[in-house]
T-cell receptor, first 113, second 111 residues
Framework: EAQVTQNPRYLITVTGKKLTVTCSQN?????MSWYRQDPGLGLRQIYY???????DKGDVPEGYKVSRKEKRNFPLILESPSPNQTSLYFC????????????FGNGTRLTVT | DAKTTQPPSMDCAEGRAANLPCNHS???????VYWYRQIHSQGPQYIIH???NNETNEMASLIITEDRKSSTLILPHATLRDTAVYYC????????????FGKGTLLTVNP
């Protein structure tokens, strides 16, 4: 089944403890992206990648890192999480081209205390 | 990408057609109209998209006006599981392929 898989689904951590949220897609998509969703602010793009080894900042990249060493994986790294990074995170992927829909994962709910 | 305007909420009776409008008067010629929905805290789900012509798939139909300034998403036989926030988005790719989600329309399907 074609899908975008994120792990973990829920994560509770403490301030400053490094964490990684994994994202994997099995559709051979070139494009991958991370969004966060917060009440009243909607979905905002964090980072995106057009292809392997090509990543760039979205609207809210501060405090996050990403890597794209393989086409299928696009992990989101929080080196030193802070409470303002408590949010619902979504990974998404698509083929390049405006005629290609974006496919989203089921989300990771992160709580930083 | 085009700014879109949607009603904040709509109701629909189960089994009836749900017609969700969207205004996108500033849409450019190469910009697609995409519809997504999000069921409470789940990942946004792609529904349908189109450029100029009306489109239909197993989930819905998309009617785009001839001047492309507005569109309507039609769910032909709404069920309770169609209760969700529906987003209409103009998208043409661009430098970051970013989908800009507005506030969308909360569709509530009532028994």
């Amino acid at each position: 089944e074609a899908q975008v898989t994120q792990n973990p689904r829920y994560l509770i951590t403490v301030t400053g403890k490094k964490l990684t949220v994994t994202c994997s897609q099995n559709m051979n998509h070139e494009y991958m992206s991370w969004y966060r969703q917060d009440p009243g602010l909607g979905l905002r793009q964090i980072y995106y990648s057009m292809n392997v080894e090509v990543t760039d900042k979205g609207d809210v990249p501060e405090g996050y890192k990403v890597s794209r060493k393989e086409k299928r994986n696009f992990p989101l790294i929080l080196e030193s999480p802070s409470p303002n990074q408590t949010s619902l995170y979504f990974c998404a992927s698509s083929y390049l081209g405006s005629n290609s829909p974006l496919h989203f994962g089921n989300g990771t709910r992160l709580t930083v205390t | 990408d085009a700014k879109t305007t949607q009603p904040p909420s709509m109701d629909c009776a189960e089994g009836r057609a749900a017609n969700l409008p969207c205004n996108h008067s500033t849409i450019s010629g190469n910009e697609y109209v995409y519809w997504y929905r999000q069921i409470h805290s789940q990942g946004p789900q792609y529904i349908i998209h189109g450029l100029k012509n009306n489109e239909t798939n197993e989930m819905a139909s998309l009617i785009i006006t001839e001047d492309r300034k507005s569109s309507t998403l039609i769910l032909p036989h709404a069920t309770l599981r169609d209760t969700a926030v529906y987003y209409c988005i103009g998208f043409r790719g661009g430098s970051n392929y970013k989908l800009t989600f507005g506030k969308g329309t909360l569709l509530t399907v009532n028994p």
